[in-house]
């Protein structure tokens, strides 16, 4: 099992930046990857980026946050950023770190809000 902690969501005006980080409870050599998703009211959860952790460091972004956002890990802090530049009101969610283990069971941390006022 694993516990998912995010932290660093908050209120941006359009064109700020804010970095989320996602902690977990056990060693992130022991995890695959890490996905970030992001949900907006009345719509469904979507992938926003990725990052393998046991294999080279590997990236995937949505094509609406390429450019903009950057994930990244820290091994020896169990943690995983996602930085956010350049934010747009669509940006506005519910931002959720999520990770499988086993291939099976999937981990999801509890949400942080983020909101982009124009």
């Known amino acids: 099992q694993v516990q998912l902690v995010e932290s660093g969501g908050g209120l941006v005006q359009a064109g700020g930046s804010l970095r989320l980080s996602c902690a977990a409870s056990r060693t992130l050599l022991s995890i695959n990857a890490m996905d970030w998703y992001r949900q907006a009211p009345g719509k469904q959860r979507e992938l926003v980026a990725a990052?393998?952790?046991?294999?080279?460091?590997?990236?995937f972004y949505a094509d609406s946050v390429k450019g903009r956002f950057t994930i990244s890990r820290d091994n020896a802090k169990n943690t995983v950023y996602l930085q956010m530049n350049s934010l747009k009101p669509e940006d506005t969610a519910v931002y959720y770190c999520?990770?499988?283990?086993?291939?099976?069971?999937?981990?999801w941390g509890q949400g942080i809000q983020v909101t982009v006022s124009s």
């Open positions: 999520k990770t499988q283990l086993a291939g099976v069971y999937n981990y």
């Open positions: 990052i393998t952790i046991t294999s080279g460091g590997s990236t």
